[in-house]
Structure formats: C-alpha cells, structure tokens
C-alpha cells in the first residue's frame, strides 16, 4: 500500500466553458506545496458528445456504424484539435509555471463524464482526483445534477479535492487547517495529509485543529456517569496530536476541540470560526439514494462551507 510519504498522482478532469478554473488554480497551488512529491498529472476532458450535438446534421446516419464512418472522425478530430486541445495545453502550460517538473499527460474522451471519470480514478494509476465544485443550490445541484455530484454518489478509490475560495485567494499559503477525526482508517489517513500539509507549509501554517465529535448517546452516558463530556475522545484527541507532533508540528499550533452534537453542524461551525483553507475528512461511500434520504457529514459541509478546500480521503 503506497503511504501518504509516497509521491503523489492526480486527475484533474476539465472541461472547456470556464468552469475549470478553481480545479487549474488549486493544481497548481499543490504543485507549489507538494513539489517532487508529485509524480504525475492527468488533465481529463470527457466530451460527451457535444461536438456529435453540433454537427448532427452533417452525419449520414445511413451509415450501419455512425461511430466509424470518416466524416465522424473528421468532426471529432477537428473538435478536440480546435476546441479542447488547445484549453487543456493552456492548462497544462499554467501548472508547469509553477516550476514542477512532473508529466503532464492530456487525455480526451468520450462518453458520460461520470462514468469516465469513476473509471480512471479506480483504475489504479491515481491517488488523487480533483472535482471542480457546481456552485449550484443544494436543491438545483440535486435535481439538476452535475458531474460534481455524479462522481461524489460514486465509489470512488482514491481521495477528492473540492477547491475552496479561501485557500485560492490568499495565494496557496495555508494558514489553518482542520480535520475530522473518529476511529476509522479514513480518518487517520487524513490526519497524515493534514500532518504533511503543516510540515510542506510551516511558514505559514499558524494552526491545525483536530476536532471529534461525540454522537449525542455517548455524551448522555459520559454525563450520566459523572465524566467529562471530553473524556471519551481524549484519548483519540491526545493521540492524533502526539501523531502530529511527531512530523515536527509545534505542539503550540494544535488545538484540540471535542463536542457533543451533529457531526456536520459542528464542523461546519468549526471551520467557520477558525476560518479553516483546508478541511479534512474521510470518505465513507454511499449510494445516491442512500445519501438523499440518509443524509451524509461530507455532502452537507461541501454545501454549506465554500470556503476551505475540502479533502475527502480514502485509503481503498
């Protein structure tokens, strides 16, 4: 199993109308971050089509297998060389700006978005995947859908980056980052991430919060037997920051914070205060049916914190 020490291999899937921006700019923020330890970047744009919308009336569909004959190649070579080659070479050029010395590969597809995307994050060649966010409503991002959303309802084997404003606008030098911690593997893979993250920027890092929050049955019985309300998580609190203190965090930018409540609600008030760039989490997979009715920590604070650059972290 590759460790969070290992270098680092993103997909990065673009589209062409001006969407792509916060997805470009965050990749060059960790190509700033991550320096030799990203090996590897994928720029992705999956045309679904649209170039087959556009000239449908030019295809003889006489033909047995539209898809083979020589004035559908003819189109599609046309689209991707003047419409989408040129946007993700552009995106490239940025990135490498930025002094990295890792590959940059292009690939274009096509097919439905999710699928292709779902498709090569589990294909075993990435250990990141970055999703540009919809900036729909929760309602509109619920009924109308994106691919955002698509990929999120999927089960997805390697870890997402959702681009946040703070961390774009104050120039890719975080000063806060906060993670979500419980008992799960997840979790302690995204204090690692976390861990790494301080170390690559102690310059500027000023804080990293650890928070847990406690189910509301735990608390009742903490209070019933006459504990601390803090008591139960102490120990995963006292834990993730010796953790951290071992990669050379100073003790003094930890701050540890146990709650009783709403997992999501806490966070997000969380975040808010401590005005965290970074948030991290791990990713539990759901269905999207499952997610509607059930609901889901990571869907709610990716609709109600813009702000920081949320990390939803795996370790499949």
Same mark, same amino acid.
């Not at 971050?33 to 590897?40: C, F, T």
């Not at 009336?57 to 991707?80: C, H, M, P, Q, W």
């Not at 540009?132 to 994106?146: A, E, W, Y």
């Not at 965090?249 to 701050?255: A, F, G, N």
């Given at each position: 199993?590759?460790?969070?020490?290992?270098?680092?291999?993103?997909? +990065?899937?673009?589209?062409?109308?001006?969407?792509?921006?916060?997805?470009?700019?965050?990749?060059?923020?960790?190509?700033?971050?991550?320096?030799?330890?990203? $090996? &590897?970047?994928?720029?992705?744009? %999956?045309?679904?089509?649209?170039?087959?919308?556009?000239?449908?009336?030019?295809?003889? /569909?006489?033909?047995?297998?539209?898809?083979?004959?020589?004035? /559908?190649?003819?189109?599609?070579?046309?689209?991707?060389?003047?419409?989408? #080659? @040129?946007?993700?070479?552009?995106?490239? =050029?940025?990135?490498?700006?930025?002094?990295?010395?890792?590959?940059?590969?292009?690939?274009?597809?096509?097919?439905?978005?999710?699928?292709?995307?779902?498709?090569?994050?589990?294909?075993?060649?990435?250990?990141?995947?970055?999703?540009?966010?919809?900036?729909?409503? #929760?309602?509109?991002?619920? /009924?109308?859908?994106?691919?955002?959303?698509? %990929?999120?309802?999927?089960?997805?084997?390697?870890?997402?980056?959702?681009?946040?404003?703070?961390?774009?606008?104050?120039?890719?030098? @975080?000063?806060?980052?906060?993670?979500?911690?419980?008992?799960?593997? *997840? $979790?302690?893979?995204?204090?690692?991430?976390?861990?790494?993250?301080?170390? $690559?920027?102690?310059?500027?890092?000023?804080?990293?919060? !650890?928070? *847990?929050?406690?189910?509301?049955?735990?608390?009742?019985? $903490?209070?019933?037997?006459?504990?601390?309300?803090?008591? @139960?998580?102490?120990?995963? !609190?006292?834990?993730?920051?010796?953790?951290?203190?071992?990669?050379?965090? =100073?003790?003094?930018?930890?701050? &540890? +914070?146990?709650?009783?409540?709403? @997992?999501?609600?806490?966070?997000?008030?969380?975040?808010?205060?401590?005005?965290?760039?970074?948030?991290?989490?791990?990713?539990?997979?759901?269905?999207? %049916?499952?997610?509607?009715?059930?609901?889901?920590?990571?869907?709610?604070?990716?609709?109600?914190?813009?702000?920081?650059?949320?990390?939803? +972290?795996?370790?499949?």
């Amino acid at each position: 199993m590759r460790t969070v020490e290992d270098t680092v291999r993103f997909l +990065v899937p673009l589209d062409i109308d001006g969407s792509r921006d916060q997805s470009v700019e965050l990749m060059k923020c960790l190509a700033t971050i991550l320096g030799e330890r990203l $090996a &590897k970047i994928t720029l992705l744009h %999956v045309m679904a089509g649209r170039y087959l919308s556009e000239h449908m009336a030019n295809i003889d /569909f006489r033909a047995k297998n539209v898809i083979s004959t020589d004035k /559908f190649k003819e189109l599609r070579r046309g689209y991707i060389e003047g419409q989408i #080659r @040129p946007v993700l070479e552009t995106a490239a =050029d940025e990135i490498r700006q930025t002094g990295l010395e890792a590959a940059i590969e292009i690939e274009i597809e096509d097919g439905d978005p999710v699928d292709q995307i779902v498709e090569k994050a589990n294909s075993g060649e990435y250990d990141a995947l970055i999703l540009q966010r919809s900036g729909l409503s #929760r309602v509109g991002d619920m /009924f109308v859908g994106s691919v955002t959303t698509g %990929v999120l309802h999927r089960e997805v084997h390697c870890s997402i980056y959702l681009p946040g404003s703070r961390l774009l606008e104050q120039g890719c030098r @975080p000063r806060c980052c906060l993670v979500a911690l419980d008992e799960s593997d *997840h $979790a302690a893979e995204a204090l690692a991430r976390a861990g790494r993250l301080a170390r $690559a920027c102690a310059d500027t890092m000023e804080r990293v919060v !650890l928070v *847990h929050v406690l189910d509301i049955a735990r608390c009742g019985e $903490a209070l019933a037997g006459g504990e601390e309300v803090a008591g @139960p998580a102490a120990s995963l !609190l006292d834990e993730a920051a010796s953790s951290l203190i071992g990669r050379g965090i =100073d003790e003094s930018r930890i701050r &540890k +914070v146990a709650a009783c409540g709403d @997992p999501a609600e806490v966070l997000v008030d969380v975040a808010g205060r401590e005005q965290a760039d970074v948030l991290f989490m791990g990713r539990r997979g759901r269905g999207a %049916v499952q997610d509607l009715f059930m609901g889901s920590v990571s869907r709610k604070i990716i609709y109600r914190c813009p702000e920081p650059t949320i990390v939803l +972290v795996s370790v499949d």
